[in-house]
């Protein structure tokens, strides 16, 4: 038991202020709300734009002729209609929209349209199919601009409508409608909103789960609606080899790294359009470790017949059934026994995978000789046990006697010290103010390169090399009255192990620092630092010898700590 004290300087109190660092973010206005006159009245739907292989598109250049290879209304204007045709309108603000100047983009269509790409050509919604030739919607603009450029929420729109139209029928006055934004030689929808269509990715695998390791799985995931883009393979939140391309709706990748356990597996689909949300298709897939690989072990006995007490020469030689390959030297061991029980020595294969002992104590009469093969990784390796083999000792010239040989091997023990005690204590020294005036420090080597012998010395002479842990304790410290410094401001750090020249212990033994996270008030509870615990601060799996621990106490404690000298009971103990 060891005792630590300190003199404390004169204490100045003072207060250190605390803040925080705070971001906040407002959310962002709209850039521009929906179209004045929105919702048109007259307008019985919306709009969307198709290019010549069918994928929607929510804007393009004002010089393509046409502007979209396909416009698709919403809705059914009026029954029987078999035509459509694409009209660009200039709005004007007061005014009715059915008021405002335009005039056609397109032709008259017919409708349905068997060889449009996809779903158009088996839709029976109106149809406009664009044709080269078409109006540019930069001849629309000369022809008929958007002269407002002040804030009320007209400047740079125009409306796009589609009607209908039949033999002997007039063109409808109600519309499917979209109203777009004009921004240099671009123009985009910005009115309804387009909205994204949902997808659903499915996962699979090939063969199922569960699979041994090392076998290659074949992730494979389907996306439906069968739309453009790629998909991500995972493994939990790693990725799967690079991004796959979705083709009809598929994609697929070969694995066969996938360790042992149970996985959870992703296919991440991200879409190349924005018309489309991503999703993502989950699977559970377990892999199996391979079972041991057979193994068969032969033994030879020679000679098979010697009078009692020769030495007989037993070889085993282990090889995988599989291939009759010879294990190597860090498979296994072999065992050898006598009529099945009694153990006549064991020897560790070569690399060729023979292990052999001689045994000389063999009584007369018969014995059956078996050697057990035994795997260093039971998950490698199955164990076998070769045929036995009889062998005879017969009756030696002259009868050996046999003599008993004892030895006791001491129990040791297993000690922890340090030259410090009540009469001759450790001082952690005066404590110093930091600039700050924030807190007081008091700090001392506990042993050191120099001299070790003043740190820890830990010394085990136990039997059997056996494991060890070293821990410390330490009170609060008390200047005899009521005054009290929180144990844990005291910490024990940059600990450094010192091995002892020609000692078997060289090597091994890990030693870790006991740190703290605060300044304690005296009546903070708790066991951070070396109050408590007991803290361990060095370890070893195999501990026969000598070892010194060498490090720094020190003791930070609050400023409104009163003067004075303060002594704790710092305790290390050994198991």
Same mark, same amino acid.
């Given at each position: 038991?060891?005792?630590?004290?300190?003199?404390?300087?004169?204490?100045?109190?003072?207060?250190?202020?605390?803040?925080?660092? $705070?971001?906040?973010?407002?959310?962002?206005?709209?850039?521009?709300?929906?179209?004045? /006159?929105?919702? *048109?009245?007259?307008?019985?739907?919306?709009?969307? %734009?198709?290019?010549?292989?069918?994928?929607?598109?929510?804007?393009?250049?004002?010089?393509? !002729?046409?502007?979209?290879? $396909?416009?698709?209304?919403?809705?059914?204007?009026?029954?029987?209609?078999?035509?459509?045709?694409? %009209?660009?309108?200039?709005?004007?603000?007061?005014?009715?929209?059915?008021? /405002?100047?335009?005039?056609?983009?397109?032709?008259?269509?017919?409708?349905?349209? !068997?060889?449009?790409?996809?779903?158009?050509?088996?839709?029976?919604?109106?149809?406009?199919?664009?044709?080269?030739?078409?109006?540019?919607?930069?001849?629309?603009?000369?022809?008929?601009?958007?002269?407002?450029?002040?804030?009320?929420?007209?400047?740079?729109?125009?409306?796009?409508?589609?009607?209908?139209?039949?033999?002997? @029928?007039?063109?409808?006055?109600?519309?499917?409608?979209? *109203?777009?934004?004009?921004?240099?030689?671009? /123009?985009?929808?910005?009115?309804?909103?387009?909205? #994204?269509?949902?997808?659903?990715?499915?996962?699979?695998?090939?063969?199922?789960?569960?699979?041994?390791?090392?076998?290659?799985?074949?992730?494979?995931?389907?996306?439906?609606?069968?739309?453009?883009?790629?998909?991500? $393979?995972?493994?939990?939140?790693?990725?799967?080899?690079?991004?796959?391309?979705?083709?009809?709706?598929?994609?697929?990748? *070969?694995?066969?790294?996938?360790?042992?356990?149970?996985?959870?597996?992703?296919?991440?689909?991200?879409?190349?359009?924005?018309?489309?949300?991503?999703?993502?298709?989950?699977?559970?897939?377990?892999?199996?470790?391979?079972?041991?690989?057979?193994?068969?072990?032969?033994?030879?006995?020679?000679?098979?017949?010697?009078?009692?007490?020769?030495?007989?020469?037993?070889?085993?030689?282990?090889?995988?059934?599989?291939?009759?390959?010879?294990?190597?030297?860090?498979?296994?061991?072999? @065992?050898? %026994?006598?009529?099945?029980?009694?153990?006549?020595?064991?020897?560790?294969?070569?690399?060729?995978?023979?292990?052999?002992?001689?045994?000389?104590? $063999?009584?007369?009469?018969?014995?059956?000789?078996?050697?057990? &093969?035994?795997?260093?990784?039971?998950?490698?390796?199955?164990?076998?046990?070769?045929?036995?083999?009889?062998?005879?000792?017969?009756?030696?010239?002259?009868?050996?006697?046999?003599?008993?040989?004892?030895?006791?091997?001491? #129990?040791?023990?297993?000690?922890?010290?340090?030259?410090?005690?009540?009469?001759?204590?450790?001082?952690?020294?005066?404590?110093?103010?930091?600039?700050?005036?924030?807190?007081?420090?008091?700090?001392?080597?506990?042993?050191?390169?120099?001299?070790?012998?003043?740190?820890?010395?830990?010394?085990?002479?136990?039997?059997?090399?056996?494991? /060890?842990?070293?821990?410390?304790?330490?009170?609060? &410290?008390?200047?005899?009255?009521?005054?009290?410094?929180?144990?844990?401001?005291?910490?024990?750090?940059?600990?450094?192990?010192?091995?002892?020249?020609?000692?078997?212990?060289?090597?091994?033994?890990?030693?870790?620092?006991?740190?703290?996270?605060?300044?304690?008030?005296? !009546?903070?509870?708790?066991?951070?630092?070396?109050?408590?615990?007991?803290?361990? &601060?060095?370890?070893?799996?195999?501990?026969?010898?000598?070892? &010194?621990?060498?490090?720094?106490?020190?003791?930070? #404690?609050?400023?409104?700590?009163?003067?004075?000298?303060?002594?704790?009971?710092?305790?290390?103990?050994?198991?």
């Amino acid at each position: 038991m060891n005792r630590i004290m300190r003199t404390a300087a004169t204490l100045v109190l003072s207060t250190v202020a605390a803040g925080g660092v $705070f971001a906040s973010f407002a959310p962002s206005a709209s850039a521009a709300g929906n179209p004045p /006159w929105e919702p *048109d009245p007259s307008s019985a739907g919306g709009l969307s %734009f198709y290019d010549s292989a069918g994928n929607q598109i929510a804007g393009g250049s004002i010089n393509d !002729s046409p502007i979209a290879a $396909f416009v698709q209304g919403a809705t059914t204007l009026r029954a029987g209609d078999t035509k459509a045709t694409l %009209f660009a309108y200039t709005p004007v603000a007061g005014t009715s929209p059915g008021t /405002w100047s335009g005039e056609a983009l397109s032709s008259s269509t017919p409708y349905p349209n !068997s060889s449009a790409p996809g779903s158009l050509g088996t839709s029976t919604l109106p149809l406009v199919s664009g044709a080269s030739g078409d109006e540019t919607f930069a001849t629309y603009i000369s022809d008929f601009p958007n002269t407002d450029t002040s804030a009320d929420g007209y400047a740079g729109l125009y409306q796009l409508r589609l009607k209908t139209s039949a033999t002997g @029928k007039p063109i409808t006055t109600s519309y499917d409608s979209v *109203d777009i934004q004009v921004t240099g030689n671009n /123009w985009s929808i910005v009115y309804p909103a387009v909205a #994204a269509t949902p997808t659903t990715t499915t996962l699979t695998t090939t063969p199922g789960s569960p699979q041994e390791a090392g076998t290659t799985v074949t992730l494979h995931a389907s996306v439906s609606p069968a739309v453009a883009g790629t998909v991500q $393979f995972k493994d939990g939140s790693t990725n799967i080899g690079s991004p796959v391309t979705v083709t009809s709706g598929a994609a697929s990748i *070969d694995t066969s790294t996938l360790s042992v356990g149970t996985h959870s597996l992703h296919a991440v689909f991200s879409p190349t359009s924005a018309f489309y949300t991503g999703s993502t298709g989950d699977a559970s897939f377990t892999v199996t470790a391979p079972p041991a690989a057979g193994t068969t072990t032969a033994l030879s006995v020679n000679p098979t017949t010697a009078p009692a007490f020769t030495s007989v020469a037993l070889t085993a030689n282990v090889v995988k059934t599989s291939n009759s390959n010879p294990l190597g030297a860090s498979d296994g061991s072999v @065992k050898f %026994f006598d009529n099945g029980t009694t153990l006549l020595g064991s020897a560790n294969l070569d690399s060729s995978g023979t292990a052999s002992i001689n045994y000389a104590a $063999f009584t007369v009469g018969s014995h059956s000789i078996t050697a057990k &093969f035994v795997p260093a990784d039971a998950a490698t390796y199955a164990t076998s046990t070769s045929p036995a083999v009889p062998f005879t000792a017969t009756q030696p010239t002259s009868t050996p006697h046999a003599q008993t040989v004892d030895v006791s091997i001491p #129990a040791g023990s297993l000690t922890i010290t340090t030259p410090y005690d009540t009469t001759n204590p450790f001082h952690l020294g005066n404590a110093q103010l930091d600039p700050k005036h924030s807190k007081f420090t008091a700090s001392n080597a506990f042993g050191d390169n120099a001299n070790p012998a003043n740190g820890v010395s830990i010394t085990d002479t136990r039997a059997g090399n056996q494991a /060890w842990t070293a821990s410390a304790t330490v009170t609060d &410290f008390t200047d005899g009255s009521s005054d009290v410094i929180n144990g844990q401001n005291l910490t024990f750090t940059g600990l450094t192990v010192g091995y002892v020249q020609g000692d078997a212990l060289q090597s091994g033994v890990t030693a870790t620092d006991v740190t703290n996270s605060a300044i304690y008030a005296p !009546s903070d509870s708790g066991s951070d630092g070396l109050k408590g615990g007991p803290h361990a &601060f060095a370890t070893t799996p195999h501990g026969d010898g000598s070892v &010194f621990i060498d490090g720094l106490l020190k003791l930070v #404690a609050p400023t409104s700590t009163p003067a004075g000298t303060y002594t704790a009971t710092l305790t290390f103990t050994i198991a």
